[in-house]
């Protein structure tokens, strides 16, 4: 029984392996990437501006009574809540650059895709007629 079961499931990995894609991705358009490079560069300037505001807020913070007399130095109240505002603005301004490295890229590959109506010959009625025939260029920089 354990046999039947092991080859079985053996099986379906397989066959889910290296099964093709029955759906694949849809192609993005220059205005996908371009809508894509917006939001991604909005969410990274608000998660820089918050993150600002997290920093400077955990430095206007008053230090608060002594808690603890140290040879290296004193323990104060709110030292705890300073630092955990200070550590957040740091993160989260350090989570905003990846967004915009990101948001820069999506801006260049829309720039780089780009539709045209290019003449193409046909025969009609023993003649050549141009069509005009929308394509999708994709410009690579080397």
Request: glycine share 8%.
């Amino acid at each position: 029984m354990k046999k039947i079961i092991f080859f079985t499931t053996l099986l379906i990995i397989a066959t889910a392996t290296f099964s093709q894609q029955t759906n694949p991705s849809p192609v993005l358009t220059k205005e996908n990437y371009l809508f894509k490079s917006k939001k991604q560069k909005i969410l990274a300037r608000i998660l820089l501006g918050g993150g600002a505001a997290f920093a400077i807020t955990g430095m206007i913070i008053p230090k608060g009574e002594i808690v603890h007399e140290g040879f290296l130095g004193n323990d104060y109240k709110n030292d705890g809540i300073k630092g955990t505002f200070k550590l957040a603005g740091i993160l989260s301004m350090a989570g905003s650059i990846p967004l915009f490295i990101a948001s820069s890229k999506n801006k260049k590959k829309a720039a780089s895709l780009s539709f045209k109506n290019e003449p193409f010959p046909q025969i009609q009625r023993n003649n050549f007629v141009n069509r005009n025939i929308s394509t999708l260029s994709l410009k690579i920089s080397l």
